[in-house]
């Protein structure tokens, strides 16, 4: 099944089998370990953001980039996976039957911690020198993802649950559009994945020196 929910932006829902959803999980949680490890995000108004992150290949803070956990414990961020580069690879072919271009290569993963209460802003992605589509894998519980428009955080926008394992990719027309996961969907993951909340990854090239 491959829904397209505007210009661009492509639904597959349960494109991850079990084992792979298994497998990324017990990934995260290495990933999620100090050095350079969870931390919790502060917004440039004093606020935090109420996800807790984990950055692969760079290190995202509002509103930028760095080689090192800036906001975290200063440590050098952990590579990019090879095998999460692939994936990105074969998220994109999936999503749009055609290959990423020669040369691309998925080098950031953001990988975000949703508890019950945990919410996300409207906010575009823009930080990234790269038109390249950014790929978004869920695991654990559902949550209520919020597609809007590239003019502002308001409508027009579309609900659409995302639930373990799905795909989502993000490239042409919606690349910049606004965004957000104004609610969490507590109990709903699979019974055997073994996680309370929700874990997103986005797949994403910089195009940054
Ligand atoms: C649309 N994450 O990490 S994934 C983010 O579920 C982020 O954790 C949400 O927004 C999450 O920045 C939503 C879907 C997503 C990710 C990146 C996008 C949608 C996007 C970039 C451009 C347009
Ligand atoms: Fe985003």
């Known amino acids: 099944e491959r829904t397209l929910i505007a210009p661009g932006a492509v639904h597959l829902p349960d494109?991850?089998?079990?084992?792979?959803?298994?497998?990324?999980?017990?990934?995260?949680?290495?990933?999620?370990?100090?050095?350079?490890?969870?931390?919790?995000?502060?917004?440039?108004?004093?606020?935090?953001?109420?996800?807790?992150?984990?950055?692969?290949?760079l290190h995202w803070y509002p509103y930028a980039y760095a080689r090192t956990a800036v906001d975290g414990d200063g440590a050098?961020?952990?590579?990019?996976?090879?095998?999460?580069?692939?994936?990105?690879?074969?998220?994109?072919?999936?999503?749009?039957?055609?290959?990423?271009?020669?040369?691309?290569?998925?080098?950031?993963?953001?990988?975000?911690f949703y508890g019950g209460d945990s919410r996300m802003g409207m906010h575009r992605d823009a930080e990234e020198r790269s038109g390249a589509p950014v790929v978004s894998l869920s695991l654990g519980d559902a949550c209520v993802f919020r597609f809007g428009n590239t003019a502002n955080r308001g409508r027009p926008y579309r609900d659409v649950e995302l639930r373990s394992g799905d795909l989502f990719v993000f490239g042409e027309a919606s690349r910049l559009a606004y965004h957000g996961v104004p609610k969490v969907l507590p109990g709903t993951g699979p019974q055997g994945l073994g996680l309370t909340g929700r874990l997103n990854i986005t797949l994403r090239v910089g195009g940054l020196p």
């Open 15 to 57: 494109w991850l089998e079990p084992a792979r959803q298994r497998e990324l999980l017990d990934a995260a949680r290495v990933w999620a370990r100090p050095p350079a490890g969870l931390r919790t995000v502060r917004t440039p108004g004093g606020g935090t953001m109420t996800a807790r992150q984990v950055c692969l290949g």
């Open 76 to 112: 050098p961020v952990k590579p990019m996976p090879s095998r999460l580069a692939e994936l990105g690879r074969e998220a994109v072919a999936a999503a749009y039957g055609a290959p990423l271009a020669d040369g691309v290569e998925y080098d950031i993963a953001l990988v975000n």
